[in-house]
């Protein structure tokens, strides 16, 4: 008898833990919505979570988003007709799970982070902070950050399709190439 007590205060107290620290993880929204033959009562959690670069000071930011825009610049230069600006999307390169990845499958969202940190593996002591450049089909991202000699490193990561062993496709992100900017 006293072994089970010890446990079911054991558990009580890991659960009255958890729901005390939930409100600090997520806010509890409720809402009412009707469809055409019942009203659905539902609860959503959000995750509370502030990003990145509101924690950076404001002329940090600034000045991260002016080396990516001459970045960007070395990438048309370089790539001519081949890059087309309009076709991207600049995200500050350590939000982008808030901004793209969260929507993504398990695997292919691993699979990105996979192929991010394997093109972080080039950065060099004084490189800045890198920024991201995600094609608006979201098939393609370009990583890119300066050199602190003033160097840019541009690092392609692509969207393939593989089959796997249940005849079904699933969409990796591998690292296709990098590249150095003079």
């Not at 988003?65 to 076709?87: C, L, T, V």
């Not at 890198?130 to 692509?158: M, P, Q, T």
Request: charged share 25%; no cysteine.
């Amino acid at each position: 008898m006293k072994k089970m007590w010890i446990t079911m205060t054991i558990t009580g107290a890991v659960v009255a833990g958890i729901l005390a620290l939930t409100p600090a993880f997520a806010t509890s929204t409720t809402s009412t919505t009707s469809t055409p033959k019942e009203k659905e009562h539902t609860t959503t959690f959000k995750v509370v979570t502030v990003p990145a670069e509101q924690h950076q000071k404001k002329e940090v930011v600034e000045r991260l988003y002016k080396s990516w825009g001459n970045g960007i610049s070395k990438i048309e230069e370089s790539y001519g007709e081949e890059f087309k600006k309009d076709d991207w999307d600049l995200i500050y390169g350590v939000d982008i799970d808030k901004h793209f990845t969260n929507q993504l499958s398990d695997v292919e969202e691993q699979s990105f982070f996979m192929a991010l940190n394997e093109a972080k593996k080039a950065y060099k002591t004084g490189d800045s902070q890198y920024g991201i450049l995600l094609r608006k089909d979201h098939k393609a991202a370009r990583v890119v950050w300066e050199r602190s000699n003033g160097n840019f490193h541009i690092a392609d990561i692509v969207l393939k399709t593989k089959s796997t062993i249940w005849n079904t496709d699933e969409h990796i992100w591998t690292l296709a190439d990098q590249a150095e900017l003079h």
